[in-house]
């Protein structure tokens, strides 16, 4: 079954505390692996698209990376304005825009 | 330029009533996803639209419709409303509906209570 999984559920941060967030999946014909950012009340904003393993791609103080099993979500020198909800989601051969989300990480950064 | 717009934002129902849910993508942009979102089951996929066509539908019931007009708007219509119906209800835009891009626009959600 095409699953979706991210770690930690929740994490806190102190200013500044860099940190990684984990996304595993298991999907047939993986055609991309995407980060989303979701704001309380808002929808997710998209982040990043990946599509090889080996692939990185930057913003600000966010890093995504892709292996063949998972991606991460390195954040340096955080901020509280980083603090959001990150989700990570797939897509597939044949899915068209289905994206399979993650249960997403809760991230606070404290001052 | 203007985002996904949804309507209506908030909105109360009792069992058994039926609801319809607006979205307006962005301007040009001719797909458009349904995701239901619950704090148990997180984001789910609901059916896309491209073009007026229905190029993908997920695991819900037949209560669950959808369709997309010329002017690249749509609607999901719900039938028969159960409690677990209550979500946040998320449309999603995107030029293209290859699934390559992953640059889903989302609007912020029309939120479903069902009592």
């Known amino acids: 079954e095409d699953q979706v999984t991210q770690s930690p559920e929740a994490l806190r941060l102190q200013e500044g505390e860099s940190s990684s967030l984990n996304c595993s999946y298991t999907?047939?014909?993986?055609?991309?692996l995407f980060w989303y950012r979701q704001d309380p009340g808002k929808g997710p904003e998209f982040l990043f698209t990946?599509?090889?393993a080996g692939e990185e791609k930057e913003k600000e103080r966010l890093k995504a990376t892709l292996t063949k099993k998972e991606s991460f979500l390195h954040i340096t020198a955080p901020k509280p304005e980083d603090s959001a909800t990150y989700l990570c989601a797939v897509t597939f051969s044949g899915g068209y825009n289905k994206l399979i989300f993650g249960a997403g990480t809760r991230l606070a950064v404290h001052p | 330029k203007a985002g996904v717009t949804q309507t209506p934002r908030y909105l109360i129902k009792t069992r058994g009533q039926q609801v319809t849910l607006s979205c307006s993508p962005i301007s040009g942009h001719r797909s458009v996803s349904w995701y239901q979102q619950t704090p148990g089951q997180g984001l789910q996929f609901l059916f896309e639209y491209f073009s007026e066509t229905q190029r993908n539908k997920g695991n819900f019931p037949g209560r669950f419709s959808g369709r997309q007009f010329s002017n690249s708007r749509s609607e999901m219509n719900v039938s028969t409303l159960e409690l677990g119906d209550s979500a946040l209800y998320l449309c999603?835009?995107?030029?293209?509906?290859?699934?390559?891009?992953?640059?889903?626009?989302f609007g912020e959600g029309s939120r479903l209570t069902v009592l």
């Open positions: 990946l599509y090889s």
């Open positions: 999907v047939s014909g993986l055609r991309g």
């Open positions: 999603a835009s995107s030029l293209f509906s290859s699934g390559n891009t992953g640059e889903l626009f």
